[in-house]
């Protein structure tokens, strides 16, 4: 699967879309839809735009029943286990003529007495041509010269549902789809016909080579929309993963932070038309669920404006007529497994949550692409609260590089657990590491009898918190500007950090450094750096 990226202002979608006969002058909210009507604002697109995020995914046996209950795959099985003992088939391994209307019947495309519609007939030669592609169905020649077609060894495990066998399947038969589909998408309108001197060269001086690109291209804008796809899943809020086309579109072409011009409305629309087929194509295996674009807005007459223009925003309906997609369950299995074999990060949601607490909050420390909370989530489901609570404080303690980013996460957990860990918070108010963080959280919980800790704890637990902050936000400058000023500095400074530069703490200098830096108060700032200066010559 090729790496997603940002298109280039003005880059086009291709010469071979068709003409941009939608609305493409209209403001993007007002065309697509606003985004928060799908639980998607700006900041969540921008984010969804440069992370492979982890994802949730129900248990194989689930996924597997979901691809057995998709139609074509299923009309896959149904004919394979139809071949047995063996049917004759043509040279090619197709249906003979007079057996695709009985396939037809059997997969309940047609009625079963009277004519069968020619298109029942060609479904069920698309479902035999899959079962082929996936060898539930094996071709061979019998002594006597006939064509013939057995069922396959997969056939029997699939049909009882095992797990591994469907989910491979499966996933075959959708890089199949991938594949057709980019290939339906390529092929020219109209082939051009080779000159004369191309002819008599042997060559097709357009053809190949115009196929080829074309094919690429196209590959490339369904693989990054399907990147996309899977971003913003993982982000959305639960009901709201369905994104309108015009929304995917607008992901892949406008330049990150800037506003769609008109020129870009075009490429928006070029890309809505490029892709409308092939995800419609994907549909069928259950990737994803797709309202394509309606066909009505291609039959506006030249000059006349579209129905949905007009002064107010599109309400749900109208929006939905430019298409709508949502990416099922199976489909992020499916595109996981595409961005695994391409050497993507692509973790599930629990993946660190499965050890004890230290493997716990080490993972999440030490990995770039987690959601933490969701990982302390899993950890302490199920788990009895006060021994959840004293195991994470265990494991929070420590001076090394990532301790302060334990404690923080620690406390997050103790949050998600709530009163029930109050017991063994308790056990630690006397900790030096942790009994700054202890006090805090139980007066956040309502304690009215927490003992003010002493000047040294809460010193260490000044720099500890910030230190967190830092390993957490280190390059969210406005953030640490904010925590910065909210610093419990007396009326004096230099006295304030003539006590903060001695605090035995591994980032005391780091801490002090970043306030020098970033504090609005100029004096107050000089003073940090003079605590920053002694606070490095002590080490």
Same mark, same amino acid.
Request: charged share 30%; hydrophobic share 45%; glycine share 8%.
């Given at each position: 699967?090729?790496?997603?990226?940002?298109?280039?202002?003005?880059?086009?979608?291709?010469?071979?879309?068709?003409?941009?006969?939608?609305?493409?002058?209209?403001?993007?909210?007002?065309?697509?839809?606003?985004?928060?009507?799908?639980?998607?604002?700006?900041?969540?697109?921008?984010?969804?735009?440069?992370?492979?995020?982890?994802?949730?995914?129900?248990?194989?046996?689930?996924?597997?029943?979901?691809?057995?209950?998709?139609?074509?795959?299923?009309?896959?099985?149904?004919?394979?286990?139809?071949?047995?003992?063996?049917?004759?088939?043509?040279?090619?391994?197709?249906?003979?003529?007079?057996?695709?209307?009985?396939?037809?019947?059997?997969?309940?495309?047609?009625?079963?007495?009277?004519?069968?519609?020619?298109?029942?007939?060609?479904?069920?030669?698309?479902?035999?041509?899959?079962?082929?592609?996936?060898?539930?169905?094996?071709?061979?020649?019998?002594?006597?010269?006939?064509?013939?077609?057995?069922?396959?060894?997969?056939?029997?495990?699939?049909?009882?549902?095992?797990?591994?066998?469907?989910?491979?399947?499966?996933?075959?038969?959708?890089?199949?789809?991938?594949?057709?589909?980019?290939?339906?998408?390529?092929?020219?309108?109209?082939?051009?016909?080779?000159?004369?001197?191309?002819?008599?060269?042997?060559?097709?001086?357009?053809?190949?080579?115009?196929?080829?690109?074309?094919?690429?291209?196209?590959?490339?804008?369904?693989?990054?929309?399907?990147?996309?796809?899977?971003?913003?899943?993982?982000?959305?809020?639960?009901?709201?993963?369905?994104?309108?086309?015009?929304?995917?579109?607008?992901?892949?072409?406008?330049?990150?932070?800037?506003?769609?011009?008109?020129?870009?409305?075009?490429?928006?629309?070029?890309?809505?038309?490029?892709?409308?087929?092939?995800?419609?194509?994907?549909?069928?295996?259950?990737?994803?669920?797709?309202?394509?674009?309606?066909?009505?807005?291609?039959?506006?007459?030249?000059?006349?404006?579209?129905?949905?223009?007009?002064?107010?925003?599109?309400?749900?309906?109208?929006?939905?007529?430019?298409?709508?997609?949502?990416?099922?369950?199976?489909?992020?299995?499916?595109?996981?497994?595409?961005? #695994?074999?391409?050497?993507? @990060?692509?973790?599930?949601?629990?993946? !660190?949550?499965? /050890?004890?607490? $230290? *493997? &716990? =909050? %080490?993972?999440?420390?030490?990995?770039?692409?987690?959601?933490?909370?969701?990982?302390?989530?899993?950890?302490?489901?199920?788990?009895?609260?006060?021994?959840?609570?004293?195991?994470?404080?265990?494991?929070?303690?420590?001076?090394?590089?990532?301790?302060?980013?334990?404690?923080?996460?620690?406390?997050?957990?103790?949050?998600?657990?709530?009163?029930?860990?109050?017991?063994?918070?308790?056990?630690?108010?006397?900790?030096?590491?942790?009994?700054?963080?202890?006090?805090?959280?139980?007066?956040?919980?309502?304690?009215?009898?927490?003992?003010?800790?002493?000047?040294?704890?809460? #010193?260490?637990?000044?720099? @500890?918190?910030?230190?967190?902050?830092? !390993?957490?936000? /280190?390059?969210? $400058? *406005? &953030? =640490? %500007?904010?925590?910065?000023?909210?610093?419990?500095?007396?009326?004096?400074?230099?006295?304030?950090?003539?006590?903060?530069?001695?605090?035995?703490?591994?980032?005391?200098?780091?801490?002090?450094?970043?306030?020098?830096?970033?504090?609005?108060?100029?004096?107050?700032?000089?003073?940090?750096?003079?605590?920053?200066?002694?606070?490095?010559?002590?080490?």
């Amino acid at each position: 699967m090729a790496g997603r990226r940002r298109k280039n202002a003005g880059a086009s979608a291709g010469e071979s879309a068709a003409e941009a006969v939608l609305p493409a002058d209209m403001e993007l909210q007002d065309l697509y839809g606003a985004f928060a009507a799908h639980g998607l604002d700006d900041e969540d697109l921008d984010d969804a735009a440069v992370l492979v995020p982890p994802v949730k995914l129900p248990a194989d046996q689930e996924l597997a029943e979901q691809a057995k209950a998709v139609p074509m795959f299923g009309y896959a099985l149904a004919l394979a286990r139809w071949a047995a003992p063996h049917r004759v088939v043509d040279e090619f391994g197709d249906l003979v003529e007079e057996d695709q209307a009985s396939a037809a019947r059997l997969l309940g495309l047609a009625p079963a007495e009277g004519e069968v519609p020619e298109e029942a007939e060609v479904e069920a030669l698309r479902a035999w041509s899959l079962a082929c592609d996936l060898d539930l169905v094996e071709l061979g020649t019998t002594a006597a010269g006939e064509h013939v077609a057995v069922p396959g060894p997969d056939l029997e495990p699939a049909e009882q549902g095992d797990p591994e066998t469907v989910l491979e399947l499966w996933l075959t038969a959708a890089g199949i789809v991938r594949e057709l589909a980019v290939e339906a998408d390529s092929m020219p309108e109209e082939p051009t016909e080779p000159s004369e001197e191309a002819e008599a060269a042997g060559e097709d001086e357009d053809g190949l080579s115009e196929v080829e690109e074309a094919r690429e291209a196209a590959a490339e804008l369904l693989d990054e929309a399907l990147q996309v796809l899977y971003e913003t899943t993982a982000f959305a809020e639960p009901g709201n993963e369905t994104v309108p086309l015009g929304v995917l579109a607008a992901l892949l072409v406008v330049p990150e932070g800037e506003e769609p011009s008109e020129e870009l409305l075009g490429d928006i629309t070029d890309v809505m038309v490029a892709l409308d087929p092939m995800l419609g194509d994907l549909a069928e295996l259950g990737l994803l669920d797709y309202r394509p674009i309606d066909p009505e807005l291609f039959d506006e007459e030249e000059g006349e404006e579209p129905a949905v223009v007009g002064e107010a925003p599109l309400d749900e309906e109208e929006s939905a007529r430019f298409g709508l997609v949502r990416l099922t369950p199976l489909g992020q299995y499916g595109i996981r497994q595409w961005l #695994l074999e391409d050497g993507y @990060d692509a973790p599930l949601v629990g993946e !660190l949550a499965q /050890g004890n607490a $230290a *493997e &716990l =909050l %080490r993972g999440v420390c030490e990995s770039a692409n987690v959601l933490p909370e969701e990982e302390l989530r899993v950890w302490i489901a199920g788990r009895e609260p006060a021994a959840a609570a004293r195991e994470l404080l265990a494991a929070a303690r420590g001076d090394d590089g990532y301790g302060p980013l334990r404690r923080m996460l620690c406390v997050s957990a103790l949050n998600l657990l709530g009163p029930g860990a109050e017991p063994a918070v308790r056990e630690v108010l006397d900790d030096p590491e942790l009994g700054g963080a202890a006090r805090a959280w139980l007066s956040a919980q309502g304690a009215a009898d927490v003992p003010v800790p002493d000047r040294a704890m809460a #010193l260490w637990t000044v720099i @500890d918190t910030f230190a967190a902050q830092l !390993l957490d936000n /280190g390059g969210d $400058a *406005e &953030l =640490l %500007r904010e925590l910065i000023t909210d610093l419990p500095v007396n009326g004096d400074p230099a006295e304030w950090f003539g006590e903060l530069w001695r605090v035995d703490h591994p980032y005391t200098a780091d801490v002090l450094e970043a306030i020098g830096e970033l504090h609005p108060d100029r004096a107050l700032a000089k003073e940090a750096r003079k605590a920053a200066f002694k606070a490095r010559s002590r080490g």
